[in-house]
């Protein structure tokens, strides 16, 4: 079709949401790595670096979430309904906000000590955010990649279960053992928000297999 044919007005624009699509997928990655990386470090020094450049994906991810709500306004025709995706982008941000709550969490407790259990929760979420990422990113042919997305969304059901093992065998480990009162509050605290983040995997998930049913 010729670019001065007047039925260009008809054609779709909707193409312009998939990079966007593509750099938020790739900011939940990065978001997902920080926190990773985080629970693996002692130095208080780097901790902040890393909590800043979680701070810094959390912002990026609303700027992004901004743009896309203004673009899906002014389009006409989109390639799944408005509130899917929405949906998927606000769950996707909740997720990265959760990140970063555990982050500061553990920033205003002002532990240097590495937990296991934090670090086997981390490397599953991070997992989660590279998963969700790619799904994300199947969006630009969402009937197209639909089996892509729905195994993906199967190996976020598994990381889930994986993370939810590891939280409930912290909590045990945590009442059982002889922990102060101090120490005893600061792991409560960072394992409420693993578990909260550990819950917004599972919201993320159900946003995709909406809109993986509605293409199909």
């Known amino acids: 079709m010729s670019r001065n044919n007047p039925l260009n007005v ?19 990655v990065s978001g997902g790595n920080n926190l990773k990386l985080l ?62 709550q555990i982050a500061r969490t553990m920033q205003f407790n002002g532990k240097d000590q590495i937990f296991v259990s934090f670090v086997g929760m981390s490397d599953l979420i991070a997992q989660a955010a590279e ?5 994300i990113k199947n969006l630009r042919d ?9 195994a993906s969304c199967r190996k976020l059901n598994q990381l889930t ?7 409930f065998e912290s909590i045990i480990d945590v009442f059982s053992g002889e922990n102060n009162v101090k120490e005893l509050t600061m792991r409560k605290n960072v394992l409420e928000s ?20 509605k293409v199909s």
Request: hydrophobic share 35%; with cysteine; aromatic share 8%.
């Open 161 to 167: 279960k994986g993370a939810e093992e590891i939280y």
């Open 194 to 213: 693993f578990r909260k983040c550990i819950s917004a995997i599972k919201e993320m998930n159900e946003a995709l297999r909406t809109i993986i049913i």
């Open 39 to 100: 629970m693996q470090i002692r130095d208080r020094e780097k901790q902040s670096q890393i909590i800043s450049r979680l701070s810094e994906t959390e912002k990026t991810g609303e700027k992004i979430s901004h743009e896309t709500y203004a673009l899906l306004r002014s389009l006409i025709i989109v390639p799944f309904e408005r509130e899917d995706i929405n949906d998927l982008i606000n769950k996707a941000g909740h997720f990265l906000s959760l990140m970063n």
């Open 142 to 150: 969402a009937a197209g990649n639909r089996h892509k997305i729905s």
């Open 10 to 28: 008809f054609v779709p624009k909707y193409h312009s949401l998939f990079p966007r699509f593509d750099r938020y997928a790739e900011n939940l």
């Open 131 to 135: 998963e969700a990422g790619r799904s």
